[in-house]
């Protein structure tokens, strides 16, 4: 049981390059997320899915193109980088929460560190 | 809109001794959850524990507890005899309990050194 895996651990792009961050979890987890951590700053919600083919915006999407064809896998895409978008990428996944508003504990992946030059 | 405030950027100490990391929330939600995750310098989130807003009892965990208060909105962390392991940046972070999709707000962060 691997957790939260992403893919690549870092990578730099050049302006205007466009790239896919890879994240797979193995555990049977419906909900999956994606964040990034600007320097200095608390993580901030990019987008999220709640099921294969369901995926909805967060707090900051724009620049970001999301998917989910699977349970496992939920990959992030930029489309044209901008420095804007230097930052470290963290992918998590959770069980569903139930009925009456049970919140249930996210799990991270490693992370991956972008660099837009 | 839900908000935390880890208001302390940076906290040294030697080891041994204890310290405590603040967390201040707002939101308007009844009920809600908060969370503390570590980030330890190899880069990872460690959860470390998660609290609901019906349940006021602190939580002890080994050199780690946690101080839940509603009346003052705050959910502070402290660790007894602190160790080396334990230099990290600790978040603190929020979720409305709507539907459920948990969407957490995160704090800035605390990062906690502790020397020899």
């Known amino acids: 049981n691997a957790g939260v895996t992403q893919t690549p651990k870092f990578r730099i792009l050049k302006i205007g390059q466009s790239m896919t961050l890879q994240c797979a979890q193995d555990?049977?987890?419906?909900?999956m997320y994606w964040y990034r951590q600007d320097p200095g700053m608390g993580l901030k919600l990019i987008y999220y899915s709640v099921g294969a083919g369901i995926t909805d915006k967060g707090e900051v999407p724009n620049g970001y193109n999301v998917s989910r064809s699977t349970t496992e896998d939920f990959p992030l895409r930029l489309e044209l980088a901008a420095p804007s978008q230097t930052s470290v990428y963290f992918c998590a996944s959770s069980t569903p929460g139930l009925a009456g508003g049970r919140v249930e504990t996210q799990y991270f992946g490693p992370g991956t560190r972008l660099l837009v030059l | 809109a839900q908000k935390v405030t880890q208001a302390q950027t940076e906290i040294s100490v030697v080891e041994k001794e204890d310290v405590t990391l603040d967390c201040v929330y707002e939101?308007?939600?009844?009920?809600?959850?908060l969370f503390w995750y570590k980030q330890p310098p190899s880069g990872e989130l460690v959860f470390l524990i998660r609290?609901?807003?019906?349940?006021?009892q602190n939580e002890i965990s080994g050199r780690y507890s946690w101080n839940f208060q509603k009346s003052t909105s705050s959910f502070n962390f402290t660790i007894t005899a602190s160790q080396v392991v334990d230099s990290a940046v600790y978040f603190c972070a929020l979720s409305e309990a709507r539907g459920t999709a948990s969407k957490l707000t995160f704090g800035t962060g605390t990062r906690l050194q502790v020397t020899l």
């Open positions: 939101t308007r939600d009844t009920t809600y959850y």
């Open positions: 609290r609901n807003s019906f349940d006021e």
């Open positions: 555990m049977n987890h419906n909900y």
